[in-house]
């Protein structure tokens, strides 16, 4: 079963009350307790759409830290399909992985990947993006399909509502992402794996409230935040946290979907977000762009063509330690895979270092002075 022990506690609470006289920190750093080991958060977790993180080996993501990697219930629904990966022995056997696995319920990648589809009370019909046949998913079908991958994790299916949405709408989509949170719940037969709900309720601070108290109230080991960075403004976004993280269980981890940049996690954690993903390090990696503390960089512009310096001097990757941004833009241009490696290495690297610096920085009871520190270095 997951547990979680939010470590530090008082050490929070103390920088709780200090912080409350300049401004709110929910700040905490706690421990994920699952059948694959223990993690600690604040945590980023590396998205592996289709069951391998593109572009790094298991073995260069346990190097550099990853402790928990995200997969996809749609894709690995549609191709290999989710029976074939239970004959292999489930995700982790046939991933090579023995870390942390979460997989996603298929709600958001039905909605924003494949082509229209019609979503009734009883679930989503959608046409493949692969071979464009009709494909449907349910809540029972989604569970079904992620008890089949093994994930420690698993999403409830949900619907991401769409960004703008009309209220009622939102409305309407979040009562029903509630029924279905409850059938994932009776469809969930498999002792070891937690079942996170997921937090809807649009950009509608009623509606976020009703959605985090009825899923509370139905009771889960842990809870996704859902339906934002969809394209909604940040102060948006946060208004949104705001109203929802204070209604969940302080005992049991919080998960930002789709979450995301620097500046982003930093305010996120403050509200007191523990989890994230973001395809953000891993896709702009693949157009030669590298994450460092003061922003951007486009390593592959011909600035950098006689630049024998590393990516970034202080970091800890491999790339950082071993090459130059001459020889990775050498490798972009040439269109080497090693280039997208190296850029993909530090970038990883470069989140999974910035959560384990603010994990530490709550447990010393700095945290908000370095996250002043981090927002005025770091330009968008
Ligand atoms: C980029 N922004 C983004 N917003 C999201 C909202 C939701 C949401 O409301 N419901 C669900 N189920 N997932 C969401 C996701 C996908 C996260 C993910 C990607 C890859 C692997 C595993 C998990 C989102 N991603
Ligand atoms: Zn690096």
């Given at each position: 079963m997951l547990t979680c022990a939010f470590a530090g506690q008082k050490k929070v609470l103390a920088a709780y009350e200090e912080a409350v006289k300049c401004g709110y920190s929910g700040a905490r750093a706690g421990r994920l307790h699952t059948p694959h080991g223990v993690f600690d958060t604040p945590m980023f977790m590396p998205v592996g759409t289709q069951a391998t993180v593109k572009a790094v080996s298991p073995r260069e993501l346990k190097e550099m830290g990853a402790q928990?990697?995200?997969?996809?219930t749609y894709h690995l629904y549609l191709r290999p399909g989710t029976e074939l990966v239970a004959e292999a022995g489930?995700?982790?056997?046939?991933?090579?992985?023995?870390?942390?696995?979460?997989?996603?319920?298929?709600?958001?990648?039905?909605?924003?990947?494949?082509?229209?589809?019609k979503i009734t009370e009883e679930g989503a019909?959608?046409?493949?993006?692969?071979?464009?046949s009709t494909q449907f998913l349910s809540p029972e079908i989604a569970i079904k399909a992620?008890?089949?991958?093994?994930?420690?994790?698993?999403?409830?299916?949900?619907?991401?509502?769409?960004?703008?949405?009309?209220y009622?709408?939102?409305?309407?989509?979040?009562?029903?992402?509630?029924?279905?949170?409850?059938?994932?719940?009776?469809?969930?037969?498999?002792?070891?794996?937690?079942?996170?709900?997921?937090?809807?309720?649009?950009?509608?601070?009623?509606?976020?409230?009703?959605?985090?108290?009825?899923?509370?109230?139905?009771?889960?080991?842990?809870?996704?935040?859902?339906?934002l960075s969809v394209g909604e403004p940040k102060p948006v976004m946060y208004e949104m946290l705001e109203q929802t993280v204070p209604l969940l269980p302080e005992n049991k981890p919080r998960y930002l979907m789709g979450v995301g940049t620097p500046d982003c996690l930093v305010?996120?954690?403050?509200?007191?977000?523990?989890?994230?993903?973001?395809?953000?390090?891993?896709?702009?990696?693949?157009?030669?762009?590298?994450?460092?503390?003061?922003?951007?960089?486009?390593?592959?512009?011909?600035?950098?063509?006689?630049?024998?310096?590393?990516?970034?001097?202080?970091?800890?990757?491999?790339?950082?330690?071993?090459?130059?941004?001459?020889?990775?833009?050498?490798?972009?241009?040439?269109?080497?895979?090693?280039?997208?490696?190296?850029?993909?290495?530090h970038n990883l690297y470069f989140l999974l270092d910035f959560t384990k610096k603010m994990r530490q920085a709550i447990l010393e009871d700095r945290f908000l002075s370095f996250r002043e520190e981090f927002l005025a270095q770091y330009c968008k």
């Open positions: 928990i990697i995200l997969s996809n489930g995700l982790h056997r046939f991933m090579d992985w023995d870390g942390g696995i979460l997989t996603d319920s298929g709600g958001f990648q039905v909605f924003s990947l494949g082509p229209l589809r019909a959608f046409r493949s993006h692969i071979d464009g992620q008890m089949n991958l093994g994930a420690d994790i698993i999403m409830a299916f949900d619907e991401c509502i769409p960004y703008p949405a009309e009622q709408y939102a409305k309407l989509s979040t009562e029903r992402t509630t029924r279905w949170a409850e059938r994932s719940q009776k469809a969930h037969t498999r002792s070891g794996q937690a079942l996170f709900a997921i937090v809807q309720g649009g950009m509608y601070q009623d509606l976020r409230r009703v959605s985090a108290n009825d899923l509370v109230s139905l009771d889960f080991p842990g809870y996704g935040i859902g339906g305010e996120a954690v403050r509200y007191g977000i523990d989890m994230f993903d973001c395809v953000f390090p891993t896709r702009v990696a693949r157009n030669g762009t590298a994450m460092t503390k003061s922003g951007r960089l486009v390593v592959k512009n011909a600035a950098y063509a006689k630049d024998f310096l590393p990516i970034d001097e202080n970091c800890g990757c491999y790339a950082c330690q071993n090459f130059s941004r001459a020889y990775i833009r050498h490798l972009l241009k040439a269109d080497e895979i090693f280039g997208l490696r190296l850029t993909t290495i």
